[in-house]
């Protein structure tokens, strides 16, 4: 798939098969994630991969607008490592990026996923730290939320004329 394509064409998808996702795909999607642009490339992230199923059913004690993790086969907690920061802050930028690269990635391979936010919502930071075990400095940014699509995708064009500035506001 042409990465224009995978752009305009990802969606968040919350209706997923029971059916499960290799490892080797999971290894992929991850090494799209690890690929994306960091400040001063500081790459202060680590990646917690969940597919216990009572862990992923358990999300919604304290997420709640992450339910779907319960009859998804795969959930992937993308955190910053603040001891790992070279340029103090950029961590979110960064594991933004990250993101987007995996959603993009599970787009490009027929998957569906959706980005279920974390930081900075102190309770969900406590929950997801409490329950995977997440030491001090690192905080958890969002919660992808992934498996094999259960649902028809709606594809609009989001393009808005008036929202674009030329040389000045
Ligand atoms: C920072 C962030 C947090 C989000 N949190 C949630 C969430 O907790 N639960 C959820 O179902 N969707 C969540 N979403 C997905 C958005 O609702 C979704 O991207 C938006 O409605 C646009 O729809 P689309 O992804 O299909 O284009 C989040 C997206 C972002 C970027």
Same mark, same amino acid.
Request: glycine share 8%.
């Given at each position: 798939?042409?990465?224009?394509?995978?752009?305009?064409?990802?969606?968040? !998808?919350?209706?997923?098969?029971? *059916?499960?996702?290799?490892?080797?795909?999971?290894? /992929?999607?991850? &090494?799209? =994630?690890?690929? %994306?642009?960091?400040?001063?490339?500081?790459?202060?992230?680590?990646?917690? !991969?969940?597919?216990?199923?009572? *862990?992923?059913?358990?999300?919604?004690?304290?997420? /709640?607008?992450? &339910?779907? =993790?319960?009859? %998804?086969?795969?959930?992937?907690?993308?955190?910053?490592?603040?001891?790992?920061?070279?340029?103090?802050?950029?961590?979110?930028?960064?594991?933004?990026?990250?993101?987007?690269?995996?959603?993009? =990635?599970?787009? %490009?391979?027929?998957?569906?996923?959706?980005?279920?936010?974390?930081?900075?919502?102190?309770?969900?930071?406590?929950?997801?730290?409490?329950?995977?075990?997440?030491?001090?400095?690192?905080?958890?940014?969002?919660?992808?939320?992934?498996?094999?699509?259960?649902?028809?995708?709606?594809?609009?064009?989001?393009?808005?004329?008036?929202?674009?500035?030329?040389?000045?506001?």
């Amino acid at each position: 798939m042409e990465v224009l394509e995978a752009i305009h064409t990802r969606r968040s !998808v919350r209706k997923y098969q029971d *059916k499960p996702i290799s490892d080797e795909l999971i290894k /992929e999607l991850l &090494g799209a =994630a690890m690929v %994306a642009p960091t400040a001063g490339n500081q790459q202060a992230w680590h990646y917690i !991969v969940v597919d216990d199923h009572e *862990k992923l059913a358990g999300v919604k004690e304290y997420s /709640e607008y992450a &339910g779907m =993790a319960a009859n %998804a086969p795969l959930g992937i907690i993308i955190c910053g490592d603040l001891s790992l920061e070279k340029y103090p802050g950029y961590w979110v930028q960064d594991c933004s990026a990250a993101t987007q690269n995996l959603l993009l =990635a599970v787009r %490009a391979k027929g998957l569906g996923a959706v980005w279920t936010g974390v930081h900075p919502i102190e309770s969900r930071i406590k929950g997801f730290s409490e329950n995977f075990n997440l030491p001090e400095n690192v905080v958890p940014l969002s919660f992808v939320i992934i498996g094999w699509p259960a649902q028809e995708q709606k594809y609009k064009d989001r393009y808005k004329e008036e929202r674009v500035h030329k040389n000045t506001w």
